[in-house]
């Protein structure tokens, strides 16, 4: 159980477009999901925490009209990079937690590498 | 804000029991995760535990806890070239803030 999916794996992109990632939790129902950006060799920063059927609370720093997170179901959380620039080229990854009482349980996705050309 | 530190490097012998350490800064610190990341892959939460424990065992993992130092450890007993992998520390405040604070990753090398 826990297993929470991403698709793309892979994304290659031109600069200028959109990019729309996707993250499933696949047998379980996810009131809460995260998204976290990491780069080489560096840890995950958290990007915004996302709770279904309501807007998603970001961090400092994070451009919420670059990175929309939509939270329509409680299986599924998609973030769109708009405009993408090569800048934004990481590895993205969502994580999912389980609702109470096993709300400190906290499941990550297998990531998605975006490189923006 | 709340941090977290782990040494960047460990390299042990197969076979050999292996310590990753991790230090962290929230005095309110509900929960405490080691999650393992291996290339190209997403995050694998191995164990995680409760600010009130001292310790907890799981198979070949050993978790302790100095929570008046802030000090988390991580043990693997009889490691194996497949425990090869990137080792995060991670803590939950308890001041609402429900998001995960990792650290840098702790990156072990077993040697055959």
């Known amino acids: 159980g826990a297993v929470v999916s991403q698709h793309p794996s892979w994304v290659i992109c031109k600069s200028g477009t959109s990019v729309k990632i996707e993250c499933r939790s696949l047998?379980?129902?996810?009131?809460?999901m995260f998204w976290y950006r990491q780069f080489p060799k560096q840890s995950l920063m958290l990007m915004a925490t996302?709770?279904?059927?309501?807007?998603?609370?970001?961090e400092q720093g994070v451009e919420k009209d670059k990175f929309l997170i939509n939270h329509a179901s409680l299986t599924l959380s998609t973030l769109t990079v708009t405009s993408a620039h090569p800048e934004d080229s990481s590895f993205y990854i969502c994580?999912?937690?389980?609702?109470?009482?096993?709300?400190?349980?906290?499941?990550f996705g297998p990531g998605t590498r975006l490189t923006v050309l | 804000g709340e941090d977290v530190e782990q040494s960047l490097f460990l390299s042990v012998r197969e076979g050999d029991s292996s310590v990753i350490n991790c230090t962290y800064t929230?005095?309110?610190?509900?929960?405490l995760y080691w999650y393992k990341q291996e290339p190209g892959a997403g995050l694998q939460l191995l164990t995680y535990?409760?600010?009130?424990?001292d310790m907890k065992q799981d198979q070949r993992l050993t978790v302790l806890l100095n929570k008046k130092d802030k000090h988390l450890s991580l043990r693997i007993a009889d490691t194996q070239t497949g425990d090869s992998a990137i080792y995060f520390c991670a803590e939950k405040g308890g001041t609402g803030r429900r998001a995960l604070t990792f650290g840098s990753g702790t990156r072990l090398q077993v040697q055959p």
């Open positions: 996302s709770n279904e059927g309501s807007k998603a609370t970001y």
């Open positions: 994580s999912a937690r389980y609702g109470f009482p096993r709300d400190n349980e906290q499941f």
């Open positions: 535990i409760f600010s009130n424990m």
């Open positions: 047998d379980f129902q996810a009131t809460t």
């Open positions: 929230d005095s309110s610190s509900t929960y």
